[in-house]
């Protein structure tokens, strides 16, 4: 497995960078006049993509760096080149950001900024999580990839995680929610467990979904978690 120091320093990278992001958009929003929300609303949609899209390649290019680093202190065979995963995001972006506009039209429009951060969250790490999953699939010696939690994760993650068992599928996106913890580092363990078939099912792709399609995978996402035996519930 990935040296814990590793780990640790791609977790705190990627956190590292969600602070950065935060903190350009907390600026900008504060200098938005919000009586006037249609405008507020399209100078952030237009300047949080543009920040996705920049600190979302920034980061994507130190996890392909990572995971050569981690490639190498795993002295595993051979070589492989890791490149950054280029995703496009702007629609993504412009929905985040459209969905927590409503709050402008309220009495409390100041309930945008942490709606948005919350999604924003996500979609910046995006292009670094695909790299090392796409990275882990490419790479010939690897066997896939891992989820891995940080302390006090929530247990929608932790069911994903699997105890440490491995995707080796190629049918799963990184499963996110806002302001999750969560890395997915390679694995070259051909001993190593695979996932579940509701590890699988819950990370299953759901970019071509229809809504029914999608609310039908998220209340079978809730009934996973529900049904999870967790210690952490017996404690």
């Not at 320093?9 to 200098?31: C, K, M, N, P, Y």
């Not at 507020?40 to 996890?63: H, K, M």
């Not at 993650?157 to 190629?170: D, F, I, N, T």
Request: with cysteine; net charge negative; hydrophobic share 45%.
């Amino acid at each position: 497995m990935v040296p814990a120091p590793l780990v640790a320093e791609l977790r705190a990278a990627q956190q590292g960078l969600v602070r950065l992001t935060d903190a350009d958009i907390t600026e900008f929003f504060r200098s938005m006049d919000l009586r006037r929300p249609e405008q507020t609303r399209d100078l952030l949609i237009e300047f949080v993509a543009l920040l996705v899209a920049q600190n979302g390649l920034a980061g994507a290019a130190a996890a392909a760096d990572w995971f050569e680093e981690a490639r190498e202190a795993e002295r595993v065979p051979g070589t492989y080149r890791a490149g950054p995963a280029d995703l496009a995001l702007e629609d993504d972006v412009e929905s985040a950001v459209r969905y927590s506009a409503g709050h402008l039209w309220s009495p409390t429009p100041e309930l945008m900024l942490p709606s948005m951060l919350k999604e924003v969250s996500k979609l910046v790490l995006a292009p670094a999580r695909e790299t090392v999953v796409r990275s882990s699939e490419d790479d010939r010696r690897a066997v896939g990839w891992q989820r891995v939690t940080r302390a006090g994760s929530c247990k929608f993650c932790r069911m994903l995680a699997s105890r440490g068992a491995v995707y080796r599928e190629r049918t799963v996106d990184f499963a996110a929610h806002g302001f999750c913890g969560c890395a997915a580092i390679p694995s070259w363990d051909q001993d190593a467990p695979e996932v579940d078939v509701r590890a699988y099912s819950a990370s299953a792709r759901t970019a071509g979904m229809t809504p029914t399609q999608r609310a039908a995978h998220d209340a079978r996402v809730r009934r996973y978690v529900a049904q999870m035996d967790d210690p952490a519930d017996r404690t």
